[in-house]
């Protein structure tokens, strides 16, 4: 490890194949110790997925072999060697040995099987195989020997292996003698109406008949004597083809040569006298030819075809075929590459990522950017397959590189924890008793718990899809990408809520956990254990004739505090669960005594509900009730206070031993939330107006209409507002 000489090493950290040295100002190495190879982590301004400083203080390897990096100025660093499942190559302006332009359009092996890609904008690249040189063709316009244009199109190996390079200023042809494209004109011996520039494409079949395709038509070209035959659309019909723009050709194993145009494809056979087109037309007709045709693959048994419809797949004995789309699991029905592997498996770029396609399962994988492929979006004729059996697809992005072989799913579960739990809106603290026996206990009059579960997945969290439910609750089990789910207004009982989740291959593995939840009864539907010789109806009726005195002995005064609030029913409001105005009436009683004062009143209006009610329907009404009573309930979360709804749109609340921190303090909240949940864009809107006034300004008796006063006050200067919000929102909503 010779390099490391003269660098200050900082930190050291090992796992079980590799070791990893931080330095002071070169950035990371790491030591693999299979090959005594050492590679070298450093920070590139060009590359947004490079070290972020290469000042290197900490190395950490956690249990799952990711890669911990704490740094000088750069923050933590995250290595995660399973984190792409491809190799991305890309045009980076600090390295020599990238490619000169992200938009890839070709890649060809030459006769050493050294690789070649072609990019629009950046010439050719080449990558020696037996050494780590990289040398760059690029075109110079007043040189004969460069290439026409850097702008490629296309690359192309004749029988002889001769290899051509297509530009959008003509066609080049390697000269391996000079190591330099020399530039090349047709050599037909009769001029034919075909510029250089509208060249597409030359191509040598299998009985090394050369045809040239243009913008103009289609030449079949005789190397021996010049001459030429030129198909084109107003020829006679024996040469007549679909349309002049030729785009590309494909010999199949039958001898028949596959013509795509920009209107149509043509099937030709000069030997058999041959020539049928395909018009365009409306997709599902008796032939897959009709489509657009961006990739031909044929295996023995059939013709596969990528086209901007979908896959088809061509069944040679019967000329039967089948067509794949979105439907069948693709991810896009635009197919520009077709590529076989040695497992038989058919790999798809798309203007959505690359898929996967299996013959014998039938399936379809489906692969995007967070599994490293250059982009979603493809180029058409980007694909090749090299000798050694890996993979090539270009994209706008760059191109992407892997022996299929080592694309496997991953099979190991993620661990998955719950990371918060809510009640009523507010998280609860992890360390309260009530979880230590792996209970979440919910008292009745909180309306709404919940739960945020975490699967442990660093590289790929968007990945990720949980599955739960509320047994006892819920009728059958909900899948979701997001990792909280809530709950409101379910009944008292006893539940059991369960998770679990897929890893970043959607596989679904053994992590689910649980938690026991209790929802508490109103204390008017609580069993009460009788003491003594009293029954229940004995107690009932002794109580319902007031008669406390003979129950005090054979109650505690706990129990007693019980029976008595058998009749808070009576007190409640049905829809919100708060108090109605009979218990508002009860508690303002209460508070009226000496030590509940100051005592404090908010009086809350929501606005406009008569237009959610007309136009979306009592349901959103009664749904924009309950939002405003959670909202209420968020505002008086950690203070002693009773909220009311007083009928209809209003609601009160009144707070004992009320000062002035606790009215500002709640008419923040209530600002706040107003602000939040009045956008008519938000996903839970509700607009409300509301008035405060406190007795230590104002006899007991004037709370209500001093409060409501102000209320009306703040709702008449906001009036024209709230009703036009309220407005937008209905119109979005409505069906």
């Known amino acids: 490890m010779n390099e490391l000489d003269g660098h200050s090493v900082t930190c050291i950290a090992e796992s079980e194949d590799s070791i990893w040295f931080g330095t002071t100002s070169e950035g990371l190495f790491l ?61 980076l302006p600090s390295s020599e040995r990238s490619i000169l332009s992200d938009t890839v359009r070709c890649f060809i092996e030459d006769s050493d099987g050294n690789l070649l890609v072609g990019a629009e904008g950046g010439g050719v690249t080449k990558y020696f195989r037996s050494s780590d040189k990289v040398q760059h063709y690029v075109s110079e316009k007043n040189n004969p020997n460069t290439i026409n244009s850097n702008m490629i199109r296309d690359m192309y190996k004749d029988n002889t292996g ?53 913008d103009q038509g ?26 002049n723009k030729s785009r590309f050709i494909f010999e199949l194993r039958s001898g028949d040569i596959l013509l795509v145009t920009l209107s149509g494809n043509s099937i030709i056979n000069p030997d058999k006298d041959k020539l049928i087109n395909y018009r365009r037309v409306v997709s599902g007709d008796k032939t897959c030819y009709h489509s657009f045709i961006y990739c031909v693959h044929e295996t023995d048994r059939y013709i596969w075809l990528g086209t901007h419809e979908g896959l088809f797949k061509k069944v040679k004995s019967t000329g039967d075929y089948r067509r794949f789309t979105t439907k069948d699991g693709l991810p896009n029905d635009v197919i520009y590459g077709i590529l076989q592997d040695e497992d038989d498996n058919l790999w798809l770029s798309t203007n959505k990522g690359l898929s996967r396609y299996s013959i014998h399962t039938d399936k379809f994988s489906n692969f995007d950017v967070s599994d490293g492929l250059q982009s979603v979006e493809f180029n058409n004729a980007s694909y090749y397959k090299a000798q050694d059996g890996s993979l090539f697809f270009g994209g706008v992005n760059g191109y992407n590189k892997f022996y299929p072989r080592d694309i496997v799913d991953d099979k190991e579960p993620v661990k998955l924890i719950f990371n918060k739990f809510y009640i009523a809106n507010k998280v609860v603290d992890r360390s309260y008793q009530k979880y230590l026996n792996n209970q979440l206990v919910v008292p009745y009059f909180s309306q709404q718990f919940g739960f945020e579960f975490l699967a442990i997945e660093y590289s790929h969290p968007e990945k990720i899809v949980y599955e739960y439910i509320l047994e006892g609750y819920d009728k059958r089990h909900k899948r979701t990408k997001t990792n909280t789910v809530f709950y409101d207004q379910v009944p008292p009982g006893e539940y059991v809520f369960r998770v679990r989740s897929t890893n970043r291959d959607g596989i679904w593995g053994d ?78 009683s209460l508070y009226s005594s000496s030590e509940f004062l100051p005592l404090g009143l908010f009086i809350i209006d929501v606005d406009n509900l008569k237009l959610i009610n007309d136009y979306l329907g009592h349901q959103r009404g009664d749904e924009a009730l309950k939002l405003v009573n959670r909202i209420l309930k968020n505002c008086i979360f950690d203070m002693e206070a009773q909220i009311a709804r007083m009928g209809g749109d209003e609601f009160a609340i009144l707070v004992p031993n009320c000062n002035k921190e606790k009215i500002e303090l709640i008419d923040l909240r209530l600002s706040n939330l107003r602000k939040e949940y009045g956008d008519e864009g938000s996903q839970e809107y509700v607009s409300f107006s509301y008035g405060y006034a406190c007795s230590n300004k104002c006899e007991i008796e004037e709370l209500y209409p001093v409060a409501d006063q102000e209320m009306y006050e703040f709702k008449s200067m906001r009036a024209i507002e709230t009703r036009q919000r309220t407005m937008a929102y209905v119109l979005r909503n409505r069906e």
């Open 31 to 91: 030591h693999k110790k299979e090959n005594d190879a050492l590679v070298n982590f450093a920070l590139d301004k060009y590359n947004s997925e490079s070290l972020r400083s290469n000042y290197v203080r900490n190395i950490f390897i956690d249990e799952n072999n990711i890669v911990w990096i704490g740094t000088f100025t750069g923050g933590v660093n995250i290595y995660d060697p399973n984190k792409y499942r491809f190799n991305h190559y890309k045009c």
């Open 218 to 243: 289609l030449i079949l070209y005789n190397t021996e004597d010049g001459s030429y035959e030129y198909y084109h659309s107003n020829a006679d019909s024996k040469r007549m083809i679909a349309s």
């Open 511 to 588: 992590n689910e956990i649980s938690i026991k939840v209790r929802i508490e009864k109103p204390l008017w539907q609580q069993s009460l254990k009788p003491q003594g010789d009293f029954s229940i109806n004995e107690i009932l009726e002794k109580y319902l004739n007031e008669n406390f005195e003979d129950l005090e002995d054979a109650f505690s005064q706990e129990l007693l505090t019980y029976m008595k609030d058998l009749t808070d029913s009576a007190y409640q409001d049905a829809l919100t669960g708060v108090f109605n105005r009979a218990g508002y009436m009860k508690y303002f």
């Open 162 to 214: 001769k290899l051509w390079v297509f530009t959008f200023s003509g066609i080049s042809y390697y000269d391996e003698d000079k190591d330099c494209f020399r530039r090349y004109t047709l050599p037909c011996k009769v001029d034919v109406p075909i510029e250089n520039h509208e060249l597409r494409f030359i191509y040598e079949d299998s009985s090394k008949r050369v045809w040239i395709g243009s």
